[in-house]
């Protein structure tokens, strides 16, 4: 009924997405003895299926969300900084149709936009004249005015696996694809007895001081169903879908784009070679296996249609993704203008062992939500660390010093190139994107090519594949095509069926 040392855990999270992970790091990092479960893979919900972007959230500002905007702009940098291999800064262009917002409510949105972090370095926001700037590139001819400004670019499911390792290097017990199917104090209150199912219907038994219900889309169908806690807070189930399609425009820059409904979609850069296209905003009943419809595909394709010069249509698409945004519930019947804010739930009564539990979040403010969440903790855990989270890199993403975000990853990429002489720069620099700092461990055998094992195609090599299972929680061909990697796309289907099959066969008891 203990935590794998004998002794109660301090504190247990149930949900392995972005904010039970960055919760379960914040925790290990101030010595509390921590435990997370995630019933599936980690990330294989919300966290994976989000548009990637670290950013204020311009559109928010329209909903006076000041606050939040606040807090995500002066967390954009941070996150930046902590994992500079998984993330880089992004110029996004906005053009301007005078019919949807007048250039003076533009300007007004970018100066605040600019200005509620005062600390910003990265390049501020700028109007342009887009037939003769390169920020034009891809643009219908007929658009002449525009504005340019920053934000940044993460890859979701590697910064919730980055968490994990870090959580994981300091102690934290984890435990991959097991659900929390009971949660229930103990008879005198001070502790919580949690029953965990593995895949195979093994059981774990744990007991916490304290337990954390990060469940996302099923924070409230937890609290009903796993535990006795009852709460009249709710969370309204968004799906966002999105469109990837061969690359539309030349040069590094994003896409923002309006449409007459006030919606925006993003056209942003992806994996080398495509361009993901999203979101949409369509309220759902439920949470499981979210679908992008032909509808949505054609409504983003239209928005598309509208701005680009190159045209695209659903015959394009390449792969769709959806995610359930479990956005927390203030009454607003407009799913665009729910709030994108976070709340927080302590249940403690008469002081007995804590339950916290998350509604809502976005993943730009993750870290600030997990420091809130051990903030509202403390009480029970007087001798807690103090924050810490803030200027200390993630697992792998301890790159060299350097001006610029940009500078130190590619500082660091000629560093393992010189290294790997044996190796294709441009694998080189792959691998370097998804593991940083990682990629010393990953090719520590490696001097040639023929050191990488099988080649499953595109750049997935059998060295990779293990280390991702020895050391990333990989189990499943999806965790690794999709989630880990991203090489699904870049395969041909072939392909991708022979390495499902190859991934059966090698934990044939998972």
């Known amino acids: 009924m203990n935590g794998r040392n004998g002794q109660p855990l301090d504190l247990f999270v149930v949900g392995g997405g972005i904010n039970g992970a960055g919760i379960a790091c914040d925790a290990a990092g101030r010595s509390l003895k921590v435990g997370l479960c995630e019933m599936n893979d980690f990330a294989s919900a919300t966290s994976s299926k989000a548009t990637k ?30 994992a500079p291999h998984i993330s880089w800064p992004l110029r996004f262009v906005l053009p301007h149709e005078p019919h949807l917002r007048p250039r003076w409510m ?22 342009v004249d887009l037939p003769t700037s390169k920020f034009g590139r891809g643009l219908k001819k007929s658009f002449k005015k525009g504005f340019v400004y920053s934000d940044g670019w993460v890859d979701d499911a590697r910064l919730v696996i980055c968490n994990l390792k870090s959580a994981r290097a300091m102690g934290a017990e984890i435990y991959a694809r097991h659900r929390c199917v009971s949660a ?96 949409t905003d369509i309220q759902v009943e439920s949470s499981d296996n979210p679908q992008c419809s032909p509808e949505e595909v054609s409504y983003l394709c239209e928005i598309v249609n509208h701005y680009l010069d190159k045209p695209v249509t659903p015959a394009d698409v390449v792969w769709t993704y959806a995610g359930v945004r479990p956005l927390f519930d203030d009454g607003d019947d407009n799913p665009s203008a729910v709030t994108r804010d976070y709340h927080l739930e302590v249940d403690a009564p008469s002081g007995g062992a804590p339950i916290l539990s998350v509604f809502g979040g976005k993943i730009t403010t993750y870290r600030k939500l997990a420091e809130h969440a051990l903030e509202d903790l403390r009480k029970f855990y007087p001798k807690m660390g103090g924050a810490w989270t803030a200027h200390k890199p993630l697992a792998d993403g301890e790159l060299a010093d350097a001006p610029s975000f940009e500078e130190a990853f590619d500082r660091f990429v000629a560093g393992a190139q010189q290294a790997k002489p044996g190796l294709s720069p441009d694998l080189v620099r792959i691998l370097a994107r998804r593991h940083g700092a990682g990629i010393d461990d990953l090719l520590e055998n490696v001097k040639t090519e023929a050191d990488l094992g099988r080649h499953f195609g595109a750049h997935l090599y059998e060295v990779e594949v293990r280390y991702l299972m020895r050391e990333e929680w990989a189990v499943d061909a999806e965790d690794v095509m999709w989630r880990r990697t991203k090489e699904g796309l870049h395969m041909k289907q072939p392909e991708r069926d022979a390495f499902v099959q190859w991934m059966s066969l090698q934990l044939p008891n998972k």
């Open 53 to 82: 972007l670290i950013h204020g959230g311009l559109r928010y500002l329209e909903h006076y969300e000041f606050r939040l905007v606040r807090e995500a702009l002066m967390e954009r940098e941070v996150l930046l900084a902590k």
């Open 106 to 127: 533009l300007r007004i949105g970018l100066f605040l936009y600019d200005h509620l972090d005062r600390h910003m370095t990265l390049p501020k926001s700028e109007a």
């Open 184 to 279: 229930r104090r103990s008879a005198d209150g001070k502790l919580w007895e949690i029953e965990l199912e593995g895949r195979n219907g093994e059981k774990v038994s744990l007991t916490a001081r304290g337990l954390v219900n990060a469940a996302g889309p099923w924070v409230k169908h937890f609290l009903d169903e796993e535990t006795p806690v009852k709460t009249p807070k709710r969370v309204r189930l968004i799906k966002g879908s999105h469109i990837i399609v061969p690359r539309l425009h030349d040069g590094d820059h994003a896409f923002i784009l309006q449409n007459s409904d006030n919606r925006i979609v993003f056209v942003i850069p992806y994996e080398r070679e495509f361009s993901l296209i999203g979101t």
